[in-house]
């Protein structure tokens, strides 16, 4: 599947039935996730984000005022697999629960937790995008969500 394509709740169904038990380390290998939040018609909106795992959840930072932070609060059940940067799918994605955390402890920890990670990239790419904001006129530092995501026990 690919970024963007189509994908009804039959298919997240489906797809839960196929995955094994394995540790978040070895499902989700690599830098991106992709993360499946669903319309209210069941239509399946993939995203690739950058993440972290702290061995029990994935987390993954996004602007609390976007389409998929509405579309996760309305429905917290998603789909989550390993990706590309274009969000072409690695494996196939396993249904998980999300959680939207707005709380500034905890997005300085996800933060951490990212810059840790990606080191150089993430500060970078942190730039680029409060640099973007001022230009655009808003406030360098938009409002952050972080997304703690579990993956079905059943999966792991």
Known sequence: MVRGTLMTMDTRDAMAS???ERPLE?????????????KRDGTGVATPVWFVSNGTRLYALTDAHSAKVRRMRRDPKVLVAPCRPDGKLRRAPVPA???VL???????????LLRD??????RVIALIRRLGRRLRGKPGVGD???LAIAVDQRLR
């Open 18 to 20: 196929q995955a094994i």
């Open 26 to 38: 070895t499902l989700f290998p690599g830098r991106y996730l992709s993360v499946t939040s669903f």
């Open 97 to 99: 629960h999300v959680e």
């Open 102 to 112: 707005t709380a500034t402890p905890e997005l300085d920890r996800v933060q951490r």
């Open 117 to 122: 990670r990606y080191k150089v990239s993430y």
């Open 144 to 146: 952050g969500a972080a």
